[in-house]
Structures are given as structure tokens and as C-alpha cells.
């Protein structure tokens, strides 16, 4: 680093935030790239991305997009967020950059039910305004976000729209992501088959091996902080390969050592280490399982109170069903939910388990206070 520069904490643990080091995620931005350069027709062109919060869905968009504008080909990238009136955002973005469509056909802000006109119009403007985006033989990539919340209609609207554009042979692509939850209702919805088709990019957990040559390699060469192996697998080892706690944890050891060496470049120690786990994990609790259990209906919190007794294993979900003192089908619906929402996957048959790293132990230290709550 230069002389006079600050030496900055290089994790970067918030969302959407790029990652000093994009860790796992190889084979996605290869399929990606290559779908961008076989022209219209390649299936990555449609790209769908889920998982449960704090795996990278909406760092995974970015890339996209970067990806997209550093073609040789010139790309437009629009990327929105599916809140309502995500359709005439998107509309107004390519209209802002290429001809404008008429102003009297724009569709409305209002996300609930656009009507069966209005839906039409919407679709239709929407269609020729990227009909406009790729004239001349340039490329346009939207990326959409939070999918799992976005109404219905105007999803259906761009996705028409977009389905257009690619019979048309026009450099267009469209990814869009979203909760686990999005599959069953937006994508697996009765008429949205066209969506059905995207290539599915389901995120998880990343390789712990991996983690920790990305965090050797940050601490040192981007935050000039010396660790040994041995402390890296420890911090490895405690992220679970869960992308936002690895940021998190990165984030905290690399605080703790800076401040210990006078604000300098230094080393790490096994006190750094310890101190920057146990803060990471009381971030983690509040930005992630707290707010995904807040998503959860009582019931499906109590199958998850009840696995969660197995401390670390999965859990048999005979087991399970007869500790909430029922049978399997009277608690499969809560299972199915709760695998539904990607707190909760199977891990074999008869077997599910914990989807979120430290869930379990959540509730096991707490399990007295959720079931008071419960009962208010
Ligand atoms: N492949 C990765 N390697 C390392 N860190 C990552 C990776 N992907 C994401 N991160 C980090 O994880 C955190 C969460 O990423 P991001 O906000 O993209 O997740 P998300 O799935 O969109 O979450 P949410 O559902 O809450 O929107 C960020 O701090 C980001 O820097
Ligand atoms: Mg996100």
C-alpha cells in the first residue's frame, strides 16, 4: 500500500456489499459470462437465484451486472428491487437511457392489481422499450431482487415481456432473486411457466477449505495483518461457510488485532481470534436469525424448538412429530413450510436439519423465553 493511505478493515460484512474475495461462486459467473458471449438463446440468459438470507443473492446480481458491462458488446444494465411499482421503474430507467415511450401509456406505481388493461400496456411498453435497449446489436441485462415479495402482476408483466424480447433474437438477458420462498410462489405460480425455465442457482453454504484460503489471503495481503494456519481454520471452521458470517467474523478478528497493534499492520492473535468470534456471533444472532424467526408462524417455531434438542444432529422427524406429541402427518405441514422458507432441509430420509448456522443453539439458549412468547 501506498504511503499516507489508511489501512481499511477489508471484510465487508453488509448486505449486498461486494466481498473483498467472491468465495464458491466459480462455476455461476463462468456459466454467467459464457451465456452472455453464446449469444441470444443460451439458457444462462435466464438465470433464477435463491437462498436464505446472508448467502450472497443480491452480491451475486452485482457480479452479473459487472460482468454484463464489462463486455466487449455494449450492455445495459437495469437493476431494481421488486418493491410495487418495480415495473414502471424499470421502465422509466430504460426509457431515461433510450428513447422515451409515450408518457400516456406508462404503467401505474401501484404494485396490488395493475388490471387486465393496464397489465396489458404495461407489458407492451415494457416489451418495446427493450425492444429499444438492444437495437444496434447491444445487450441489455435486468436484474431483479427480493423476488419472493413482488406482486404477482407485475412480475407476469416483465415476464412476458421479456419472454418478447428473447423470440425476438435480441441480446437480452434477465436475472432475478429472492428467498427460497419465491420458487413455490412466484416461479411455480400457475401462469408464469416462461420463469419456470430460468437456470437455478440455489446458494448455501461455500467450502470451508475455500473460506480459509480467502481469509489468509484478505487478512494479508488486502488488511496486512500476518495470521497463521492453525487460527484460520479456527475462524473458517466458526464461519460454517455461511457468506455474511464469514464477512462478519473477518471483519471483527481484523478489528480486534488492528486496534491491539496501535492501528498498524501487525499480526493476529489467538486473543483477536476469540474476541472477533463471539462478537460475530452476537451480530449474527440479530441480523440473521432473528429476523428469519420472525418470519416463522408459532407452530413451525415449536418443530423447530423440538429439533432443536438434538443439539447439532439432524433430527428424526418421527422424533420430532412425537415430542410435539403428535404423529408424522400431524406436523409434516409445518416441516413442508419450513423447508419451504430454507430454514430447514433434509438430510436424508426420515432425517431434516438446520439450513441456518447457530439456529439450533439459538434456540436451545433461549427456549424458555420463545415459548413465553409463544403463549402471549
Ligand atoms: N461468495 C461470497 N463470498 C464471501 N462473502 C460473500 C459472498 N457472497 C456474499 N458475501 C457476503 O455476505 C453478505 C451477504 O450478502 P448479500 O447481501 O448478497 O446476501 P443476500 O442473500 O442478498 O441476503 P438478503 O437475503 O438479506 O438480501 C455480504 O456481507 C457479502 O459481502
Ligand atoms: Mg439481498
Redesign the pocket.
Known amino acids: 500500500m501506498p504511503d499516507g493511505q489508511v489501512l481499511q478493515n477489508p471484510f465487508?460484512?453488509?448486505?449486498?456489499?461486494?466481498?473483498p474475495?467472491?468465495?464458491?461462486?466459480d462455476e455461476v459467473v463462468d456459466e454467467f459470462y459464457e451465456g452472455l458471449l453464446n449469444g441470444p438463446g443460451a439458457p444462462e440468459r435466464l438465470i433464477r437465484v435463491s437462498?436464505?438470507?446472508?448467502?450472497?443473492?443480491?452480491?451475486?446480481l452485482?457480479e452479473f451486472k459487472r460482468i454484463a458491462l464489462n463486455m466487449e458488446q455494449k450492455w445495459t444494465v437495469v437493476s431494481e428491487t421488486a418493491s410495487p411499482g418495480f415495473s414502471s421503474r424499470i421502465l422509466e430507467a430504460l426509457s431515461r437511457s433510450h428513447a422515451p415511450v409515450d408518457a400516456t401509456l406508462q404503467p401505474t406505481a401501484l404494485g396490488a392489481s395493475l388490471g387486465s388493461v393496464r397489465f396489458e400496456r404495461s407489458s407492451l411498453n415494457l416489451r418495446e422499450a427493450m425492444m429499444r435497449a438492444t437495437e444496434k446489436n447491444r445487450g441489455l441485462l435486468i436484474t431483479l431482487?427480493?423476488v419472493q415479495d413482488a406482486s404477482f402482476d407485475e412480475t407476469k408483466a416483465l415476464a412476458i415481456a421479456v419472454q418478447h424480447v428473447i423470440a425476438e433474437d435480441r441480446d437480452v438477458a434477465f436475472a432475478f432473486?429472492g428467498?427460497p420462498s419465491m420458487v413455490s410462489e412466484i416461479v411455480n405460480g400457475d401462469t408464469l411457466t416462461f420463469l419456470r425455465r430460468a437456470v437455478p442457482v440455489e446458494?448455501s453454504m461455500?467450502p470451508i477449505g475455500d473460506v480459509a484460503s480467502?481469509i489468509e489471503d484478505t487478512m494479508r495481503r488486502i488488511g496486512r495483518m500476518e495470521i497463521d494456519g492453525r487460527l484460520v481454520n479456527r475462524l473458517a471452521t466458526a464461519s460454517a461457510g455461511y457468506?455474511?458470517m464469514?464477512?462478519l467474523i473477518g471483519y471483527q478478528t481484523w478489528q480486534a488485532a488492528f486496534r491491539r497493534c496501535g492501528r498498524r499492520a501487525g499480526a493476529v492473535l489467538p486473543c483477536d481470534v476469540e474476541a472477533g468470534i463471539e462478537k460475530a456471533r452476537s451480530r449474527f444472532d440479530a441480523m440473521v436469525i432473528e429476523p428469519a424467526l420472525q418470519r416463522v408462524a408459532p407452530m413451525e417455531l415449536r418443530y423447530m424448538l423440538a429439533m432443536s434438542l438434538d443439539e447439532e444432529k439432524p433430527s428424526s422427524t418421527s422424533a420430532v412429530a412425537a415430542r410435539m406429541g403428535s404423529d408424522l402427518a400431524g406436523v409434516s405441514s409445518y416441516r413442508a413450510r419450513l423447508m419451504k422458507a430454507g430454514l430447514v432441509e433434509s438430510a436424508g430420509r426420515g432425517f431434516v436439519a438446520f439450513a441456518i448456522p447457530y439456529m439450533d443453539q439459538y434456540l436451545r439458549s433461549r427456549r424458555d423465553e420463545i415459548e413465553q412468547g409463544m403463549l402471549v
Open positions: 465487508k460484512p453488509t448486505a449486498g456489499k461486494m466481498p474475495e467472491l468465495i464458491g461462486r437462498g436464505v438470507r446472508g448467502t450472497g443473492k443480491t452480491v451475486m452485482g431482487d427480493e432473486a428467498l446458494l461455500v480467502s457468506p455474511f464469514v464477512q
